[in-house]
């Protein structure tokens, strides 16, 4: 492994750590919560005060990477080029606010716009799900093995109820017959957690019609680090720095679903 990006791996899975703890501390303090594009779309301080420890120390040690993050670092950055972290400080705020549990902080990091790094650390269970391209995936310290064929009616699929529900996003024509073909249904409500958890063979498939590049920056380098594959919902390359819809999942099914299920509708 070179050494170049363990370093950085290194750092950054301490970092992730320690803020993790800042998010537990924060539980027995007030939480401010304020809404951002709707009044679901819920932030709070502990968004802002962990993407800016992590925004601090990745400056401050390496200065000349590039950072976007959620909650408004990085607004400047217009091209992949050169190293680039893309940060969640915390995904599925939601779950933080009325669960305390179920959500996540993410981090991908590219060279290029190639993965390089992915963390996604599930903050109460101590479950950090992480990988070096080409250095295999891991969930703590037991490695994750290479995914395996799983067909559609074998099948658990992730995806939040609102898509169905909305005719605007989605065509109902599409995701109802897959909904009733698959074995079962999930969500989880953070996005990097059920990436990881398609890492971790738990979940075959995940569908979401809009996610920003943090959301799914730090699951697309695991997923491909177990042989997954990870495209918007016409099974199109993502990019990095751009909204997209996500459609992530094991590598026959992913194939199934686009051939038998959406391009047949479209
Ligand atoms: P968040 O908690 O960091 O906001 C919920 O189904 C998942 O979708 C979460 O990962 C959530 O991230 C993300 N999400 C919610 N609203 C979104 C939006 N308007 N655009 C992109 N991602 C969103
Ligand atoms: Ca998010």
């Given at each position: 492994?070179?050494?170049?990006?363990?370093?950085?791996?290194?750092?950054?899975?301490?970092?992730?750590?320690?803020?993790?703890?800042?998010?537990?501390?924060?539980?027995?303090?007030?939480?401010?919560?304020?809404?951002?594009?709707?009044?679901?779309?819920?932030?709070?301080?502990?968004?802002?005060?962990?993407?800016?420890?992590?925004?601090?120390?990745?400056?401050?040690?390496?200065?000349?990477?590039?950072?976007v993050g959620e909650e408004g670092h990085g607004t400047d950055v217009t091209s992949a080029e050169?190293?680039?972290?893309?940060?969640?400080?915390?995904?599925?705020?939601?779950?933080?606010?009325?669960?305390?549990?179920?959500?996540?902080?993410?981090?991908?990091?590219?060279?290029?716009?190639?993965?390089?790094?992915?963390?996604?650390?599930?903050?109460?269970?101590?479950?950090?799900?992480?990988?070096?391209?080409?250095?295999?995936?891991?969930?703590?310290?037991?490695?994750?093995?290479?995914?395996?064929?799983?067909?559609?009616?074998?099948?658990?699929?992730?995806?939040?109820?609102?898509?169905?529900?909305?005719?605007?996003?989605?065509?109902?024509?599409?995701?109802?017959?897959?909904?009733?073909?698959?074995?079962?249904?999930?969500?989880?409500?953070?996005?990097?957690?059920?990436?990881?958890?398609?890492?971790?063979?738990?979940?075959?498939?995940?569908?979401?019609?809009?996610?920003?590049?943090?959301?799914?920056?730090?699951?697309?380098?695991?997923?491909?680090?177990?042989?997954?594959?990870?495209?918007?919902?016409?099974?199109?390359?993502?990019?990095?720095?751009?909204?997209?819809?996500?459609?992530?999942?094991?590598?026959?099914?992913?194939?199934?679903?686009?051939?038998?299920?959406?391009?047949?509708?479209?």
């Amino acid at each position: 492994m070179e050494d170049f990006w363990k370093d950085i791996y290194t750092y950054a899975t301490s970092w992730v750590k320690e803020a993790g703890e800042m998010i537990k501390d924060s539980f027995s303090k007030e939480l401010l919560i304020e809404t951002k594009s709707n009044p679901n779309d819920l932030v709070t301080n502990m968004d802002k005060d962990v993407e800016t420890f992590l925004y601090e120390k990745i400056q401050e040690t390496f200065p000349t990477h590039r950072i976007v993050g959620e909650e408004g670092h990085g607004t400047d950055v217009t091209s992949a080029e050169g190293i680039l972290w893309v940060i969640d400080p915390i995904d599925g705020t939601m779950n933080f606010v009325h669960q305390q549990r179920n959500f996540a902080i993410s981090i991908g990091i590219f060279d290029q716009g190639v993965g390089k790094i992915g963390l996604i650390y599930d903050v109460m269970h101590d479950e950090l799900y992480h990988t070096i391209r080409g250095n295999g995936a891991y969930m703590n310290d037991i490695k994750l093995p290479m995914l395996t064929e799983s067909p559609v009616k074998e099948a658990i699929l992730s995806l939040n109820a609102t898509w169905v529900t909305d005719n605007h996003r989605i065509d109902p024509a599409v995701l109802s017959p897959l909904v009733k073909d698959v074995r079962g249904t999930r969500s989880y409500g953070s996005a990097a957690l059920e990436l990881a958890y398609i890492a971790a063979g738990r979940l075959d498939g995940y569908i979401t019609m809009r996610l920003a590049p943090w959301d799914f920056a730090g699951g697309l380098v695991l997923i491909e680090e177990v042989g997954g594959v990870v495209t918007n919902v016409y099974g199109e390359e993502l990019n990095i720095l751009e909204k997209n819809s996500v459609f992530a999942g094991e590598k026959a099914f992913h194939k199934e679903v686009l051939q038998t299920y959406i391009n047949k509708k479209r």
